[in-house]
């Protein structure tokens, strides 16, 4: 399997992962209150989704421009090569 198939999966796999906790945390907030524990831990699962979306952005942007750098070269090498 290619590399960045797997990364591109891995990365859906803790995307999914994370909106599970955070909609798990929703529903056991709503069984009662608990003096602001369930906001503040849903907010700082948000926030955990928001920066794990940013990097994996980041690293799929990078990815993409190393498969392309590479491939690039590959077609110079074989421009100089008799």
């Known amino acids: ?13 803790v995307k ?3 909106e599970r ?3 798990r945390a929703e529903e056991l907030g709503a ?4 003096l602001g524990e369930k906001e503040m831990l849903v907010n700082d699962l948000i ?3 928001q920066r794990f979306q940013g990097r994996i952005q980041e690293y799929r942007t990078l990815l993409t421009m190393s498969i392309k750098f590479y491939k690039d070269l590959s077609e110079v090498r074989k421009w100089l090569t008799p």
């Open 47 to 49: 926030k955990v989704h």
């Open 16 to 18: 999914e992962k994370i």
């Open 31 to 34: 069984l009662g209150d608990s």
């Open 21 to 23: 906790q955070i909609q």
């Open 1 to 13: 399997m290619l590399p960045h198939v797997t990364i591109f999966r891995f990365s859906q796999e």
